[in-house]
């Protein structure tokens, strides 16, 4: 469908996706003015300056994980994420600076104690619906297909590939509305989330094809040993077993949609960049010459002419 016929776009971005990709691509070599390591935010700069140049969006929100330890999941169930090592501080420090550099931008930043990242873009998108938006998520994530809905897509910006709801079960082999389902059945080991023991992938795609949901699917446990799948009679025994487990995991890989968003602006529309801010952070984390203008010129501060030769 033609752009122009489509609402406006909201662009929600999955920092800290890229974030975590800078900081493992690109060598620690730079410092910044007080000598940590600053791989992370160039990388993210650079990132972020070539998706404002290439849309230039009116309407764009930024979400942080601030959660990765503190989030409401870990009381529902304290393994979540477990398997995951605590970010060095040199990480930590550098998340500071990407929040702080989006801010400058004029940018606006969800971060929340609670709520995961996936949330806030979640709760964003639901509250730019009320504004006539459309969304456009940042991420290469799973989880998130589950938010498309008409007209929103999803953008792995790293492999330039863009997908609606429409094709989602193409690339996860289950609807949109059913990654949750999905995820609660097979489990999901990123999260440290183990599902329903025996239901793999295929199994979760092929039992959600034919029940439509979870719920359905838990109602007639007794009509599952009659699937031609492998091991259905096995399966059914664990669904029955495992029944409540199934429906915490769900509870864990739902995205929620009401996390706090006070204090943003309507709409999330791009607010005017803060100069001064902006220098002191090119400053401090010693942008080379050319990402000073690029940054300029995306903030509207400055002509984004610059020489090829000169270092980033």
């Not at 979540?80 to 998340?95: C, E, I, V």
């Not at 550099?101 to 104690?113: I, P, T």
Request: aromatic share 8%.
């Amino acid at each position: 469908m033609n752009n122009a016929l489509l609402p406006p776009p909201l662009y929600l971005v999955d920092a800290s996706l890229y974030v975590f990709r800078a900081w493992h691509s690109i060598p620690d070599e730079s410092q910044d003015a007080q000598g940590w390591p600053v791989n992370a935010v160039h990388g993210f700069a650079r990132f972020l300056l070539d998706l404002l140049e290439r849309e230039r969006p009116r309407h764009i929100a930024v979400a942080f994980d601030e959660a990765l330890d503190s989030c409401f999941r870990h009381a529902l169930y304290p393994p979540y994420k477990a398997n995951r090592d605590p970010a060095p501080d040199a990480l930590r420090r550098q998340f500071a600076h990407c929040k702080a550099l989006c801010a400058a931008l004029g940018l606006e930043v969800l971060a929340d104690r609670d709520y995961e990242a996936d949330d806030l873009i979640g709760s964003a998108l639901q509250a730019g619906r009320g504004h006539a938006l459309r969304g456009v998520i940042v991420s290469a994530d799973k989880d998130l297909s589950q938010l498309l809905c008409e007209h929103d897509e999803q953008w792995d910006y790293g492999r330039n590939q863009r997908w609606g709801a429409a094709g989602v079960k193409a690339r996860h082999g289950v609807h949109a509305h059913q990654i949750a389902d999905y995820l609660a059945l097979c489990g999901d080991a990123v999260d440290n989330i183990p599902g329903v023991t025996g239901i793999g992938a295929k199994s979760a795609a092929v039992l959600l094809a034919h029940f439509g949901s979870l719920d359905v699917l838990l109602e007639r446990i007794d009509e599952v040993p009659f699937l031609r799948l492998r091991g259905a009679a096995t399966m059914a025994t664990r669904l029955r077993e495992q029944r409540e487990q199934a429906l915490l995991f769900r509870q864990l890989t739902t995205i929620a949609l009401d996390a706090p968003l006070a204090g943003t602006q309507p709409a999330f529309v791009r607010a005017t960049a803060d100069a001064d801010m902006l220098g002191g952070l090119c400053d401090a984390l010693r942008f080379g010459p050319l990402t000073r203008r690029r940054l300029l010129a995306a903030a509207g501060l400055e002509s984004p002419s610059a020489s090829v030769n000169e270092s980033a």
